[in-house]
């Protein structure tokens, strides 16, 4: 058996170092700290913290999430602290961690966001940016960016302009062609890519025939979207030249490997975390795990390896 | 401090109809839980996805956890199968906990199941009271005699008049806090249940000048604070507001704190 550092499990998630292609999606592991008791934090790749504006932000009124089959619906509404609270009250921990940490922003504006990217640009210890354009959970802002290309390129371009900190935007699902989007992020300046968010969603109660969420519809997250993460990551793969950032649905190490067959360098565990907390760690060994078992010495190798053709007759279809 | 603990199941009582308690093996849990705090429970069966459920901690003893829980749905009729031996994954103990030092006579005031922590306080006060036990009906009315056993004395009161008095348990309540009055003293108010009885002991609270210690009963995700789904508008001392959680910053909270 191979030992530990025989396996090169380094990922360049454009320009953010990881030591292993295992983070956490945002809004599902706080700011690192609440889970800290539960499970090592520094043995992630990169904590990605929950998103964050301007201003502090309340968030959406109660009930904010409902357990579905597969998975559950959230509408929290990206309640925050803002960019001041967020860099006095979370990221002197978050430093001592020393794994790298991707703050995800948002913004209602384009100038909004590009001033966050800016301030954030200013503090040590922050790796990395990701762009939430696609949450279906807040009116403004969110999914209002990411539904159309040319919004996309135009948000991206003008926090590109404001930070040089690497910048990943985080692809909505809900969309005719994500390669169109893949595109115009990636020539409006990204690094990376994340994808997917949450599907939206909605859940009626019968009895009362009322929406359960407060919000009347949220993003449904859990092992019932990893399909559909799996086909949008294969199809991003297919034009994009930056590394992706893969999530949805996973749950254990083969979810996360099958992200990775499809062309993501770095995969992210999300509603998972809440059931098992020690979730992104079993991952991460499954992979390491599974590359000894297939005799590869690199999780690089493994990025973009799905094999196309037909075993008859060695053809592709 | 919390932990991600695999406790083993001892057994389980049945209490009334749809009620049980749930005993448990928890090493390193049990003996640090405090009366307030709740447990983070992942339910054996629901694989692969299902949210933990959180439960009020109804007793600790030694390293034996003790819950009660009430067969409501998917999570609780399958917790009903767990048998003797029997691996169940528990984070906790979580959140802050009743004070142990009451300044005044401790009133407990139960609603349902909310007097799961009720009864663990009532072990661990250093004088006893009385306690309030309403419910629907008397079903719904538990732990009557453990309470009992500990010197407690219990009132109850079911709105179908089922078991003790006719009526909701602030109409008890409120002859207590007269008799308490009268005699000079100060109550402090301990209370669990649906939201409505919690405001109405809460108002109780302000209204005779004294402390009310509210646990609120909110659907969690995380259980650790990470989330933010179970969060609740609080009040600081100087009047300013802020949102708190649920699961981190409670579930007990004074009454003057929380803003309805």
Same mark, same amino acid.
């Given at each position: 058996?191979?030992?530990?550092?025989?396996?090169?499990?380094?990922?360049?998630?454009?320009g953010?170092r990881m030591?292993?292609?295992?983070?956490?999606?945002?809004?599902?592991?706080?700011?690192?700290?609440?889970?800290?008791?539960?499970?090592?934090?520094?043995?992630?790749?990169?904590?990605?913290?929950?998103?964050?504006?301007?201003?502090?932000?309340p968030?959406?009124?109660?009930?904010?999430?409902?357990?579905?089959?597969?998975?559950?619906?959230?509408?929290?509404?990206?309640?925050g602290?803002?960019v001041?609270?967020?860099?006095?009250?979370?990221?002197?921990?978050?430093?001592?961690?020393?794994v790298p940490?991707?703050?995800?922003?948002w913004?209602?504006?384009?100038?909004?966001?590009?001033?966050?990217?800016?301030?954030?640009?200013?503090?040590?210890?922050?790796?990395?940016?990701?762009?939430?354009?696609?949450?279906?959970?807040?009116?403004?802002?969110?999914?209002?960016?990411?539904?159309?290309?040319?919004?996309?390129?135009?948000?991206?371009?003008?926090v590109?302009?404001?930070?040089? %900190?690497?910048?990943?935007?985080?692809?909505?699902p809900n969309v005719?062609?994500?390669?169109?989007?893949?595109?115009?992020?990636?020539?409006?300046?990204?690094?990376?890519?994340?994808?997917?968010?949450?599907?939206?969603?909605?859940?009626?109660?019968?009895e009362?025939?009322?929406?359960?969420?407060?919000?009347?519809?949220?993003?449904?997250?859990?092992?019932?979207?990893?399909p559909?993460?799996?086909?949008l990551?294969?199809?991003?793969?297919?034009?994009a030249?930056?590394?992706?950032?893969?999530?949805?649905?996973i749950?254990?190490?083969?979810?996360?490997?099958?992200f990775?067959?499809?062309?993501?360098?770095?995969?992210?565990?999300?509603?998972a975390?809440?059931?098992d907390?020690?979730?992104?760690?079993?991952?991460?060994?499954?992979?390491?795990?599974?590359?000894?078992?297939?005799?590869?010495?690199?999780v690089?190798?493994?990025?973009?390896? %799905?094999?196309?053709?037909n075993?008859?007759?060695n053809?592709?279809? | 401090?919390?932990?991600?603990?695999?406790?083993?199941?001892?057994?389980q009582?049945?209490?009334?109809?749809?009620?049980?308690?749930l005993d448990?093996?928890?090493?390193?849990?049990?003996?640090?839980?405090?009366?307030?705090?709740f447990?983070?429970?992942?339910?054996?069966?629901?694989?692969?996805?299902?949210?933990?459920?959180?439960?009020?901690?109804f007793?600790?003893?030694?390293?034996?956890?003790?819950?009660?829980?009430?067969?409501?749905?998917?999570?609780?009729?399958?917790?009903?199968?767990?048998?003797?031996?029997?691996?169940?994954?528990?984070?906790?103990?979580?959140?802050?906990?009743?004070p142990?030092?009451?300044?005044?006579?401790?009133?407990?005031v139960?609603?349902?199941?909310?007097?799961?922590?009720?009864?663990f306080?009532?072990?661990?006060?250093?004088?006893?009271?009385?306690?309030?036990?309403?419910?629907?009906?008397?079903?719904?009315?538990?732990?009557?005699?453990?309470?009992?056993?500990?010197?407690?004395?219990?009132?109850?009161?079911?709105?179908d008049?089922?078991?003790?008095?006719?009526?909701?348990?602030?109409?008890?309540?409120?002859r207590?806090l007269?008799?308490?009055?009268?005699?000079?003293?100060?109550?402090?108010?301990?209370?669990?249940?649906?939201?409505g009885?919690?405001?109405?002991?809460?108002?109780?609270?302000?209204?005779?000048g004294?402390?009310?210690?509210l646990?609120?009963?909110?659907?969690?995700?995380?259980?650790?604070?990470?989330?933010?789904?179970?969060?609740?508008r609080?009040?600081?001392?100087?009047?300013t507001e802020?949102?708190?959680?649920?699961?981190?910053?409670?579930?007990?909270?004074?009454?003057?704190?929380?803003?309805?």
């Amino acid at each position: 058996m191979k030992s530990m550092s025989d396996l090169d499990m380094r990922v360049d998630l454009g320009g953010i170092r990881m030591k292993n292609p295992v983070t956490v999606a945002s809004g599902t592991f706080g700011y690192g700290a609440e889970y800290a008791k539960l499970v090592d934090v520094t043995r992630l790749g990169a904590i990605t913290v929950k998103g964050i504006r301007l201003q502090p932000w309340p968030g959406n009124p109660l009930p904010r999430h409902v357990e579905v089959p597969g998975g559950m619906v959230n509408a929290i509404g990206l309640q925050g602290p803002g960019v001041e609270g967020f860099v006095r009250d979370y990221m002197p921990f978050l430093r001592t961690t020393g794994v790298p940490v991707i703050v995800n922003i948002w913004g209602t504006s384009e100038e909004e966001y590009a001033e966050v990217a800016r301030r954030l640009s200013e503090v040590e210890g922050v790796s990395g940016l990701e762009l939430n354009i696609s949450c279906p959970n807040v009116k403004e802002g969110g999914n209002a960016f990411g539904t159309d290309p040319r919004a996309v390129a135009s948000l991206v371009a003008a926090v590109r302009r404001a930070t040089r %900190l690497p910048l990943m935007p985080k692809l909505a699902p809900n969309v005719p062609d994500i390669r169109l989007f893949v595109r115009a992020a990636q020539e409006a300046g990204a690094d990376a890519l994340a994808l997917i968010n949450t599907l939206p969603a909605m859940v009626i109660d019968i009895e009362t025939r009322r929406p359960v969420l407060a919000n009347k519809v949220g993003g449904l997250s859990g092992p019932a979207i990893h399909p559909v993460a799996v086909k949008l990551v294969w199809e991003a793969a297919q034009v994009a030249r930056v590394p992706l950032l893969a999530m949805g649905g996973i749950v254990g190490p083969d979810e996360a490997i099958e992200f990775l067959i499809a062309g993501a360098s770095a995969v992210a565990v999300g509603t998972a975390n809440f059931i098992d907390p020690t979730t992104p760690l079993r991952v991460l060994e499954g992979i390491e795990a599974y590359l000894r078992r297939h005799g590869m010495n690199a999780v690089a190798a493994l990025t973009g390896s %799905l094999c196309m053709t037909n075993p008859a007759t060695n053809v592709e279809p | 401090m919390m932990k991600d603990v695999t406790c083993r199941v001892i057994g389980q009582t049945p209490l009334t109809a749809g009620y049980w308690a749930l005993d448990m093996e928890a090493p390193g849990l049990a003996e640090a839980a405090r009366p307030g705090q709740f447990v983070h429970v992942r339910v054996p069966g629901l694989e692969p996805i299902a949210l933990r459920r959180p439960f009020s901690i109804f007793g600790a003893e030694g390293t034996t956890l003790k819950l009660l829980y009430k067969t409501v749905g998917r999570g609780t009729s399958q917790m009903n199968r767990l048998a003797p031996g029997d691996p169940v994954q528990v984070i906790g103990p979580l959140g802050n906990g009743f004070p142990l030092e009451p300044r005044g006579e401790p009133l407990l005031v139960a609603g349902g199941y909310g007097v799961a922590p009720l009864a663990f306080l009532a072990g661990r006060l250093p004088t006893k009271g009385v306690v309030l036990i309403g419910g629907r009906s008397a079903d719904d009315v538990l732990a009557v005699t453990a309470f009992e056993r500990l010197g407690w004395t219990v009132r109850v009161a079911t709105e179908d008049g089922s078991l003790g008095e006719t009526g909701l348990v602030t109409v008890p309540l409120d002859r207590e806090l007269a008799r308490l009055h009268e005699a000079g003293a100060t109550p402090e108010l301990f209370s669990c249940g649906p939201d409505g009885l919690l405001r109405a002991v809460g108002e109780r609270a302000i209204q005779a000048g004294c402390r009310g210690w509210l646990s609120l009963d909110k659907h969690m995700v995380c259980g650790v604070g990470a989330c933010l789904a179970c969060v609740q508008r609080l009040r600081r001392e100087d009047g300013t507001e802020w949102i708190g959680r649920v699961c981190r910053d409670g579930p007990v909270f004074e009454a003057r704190e929380i803003v309805w």
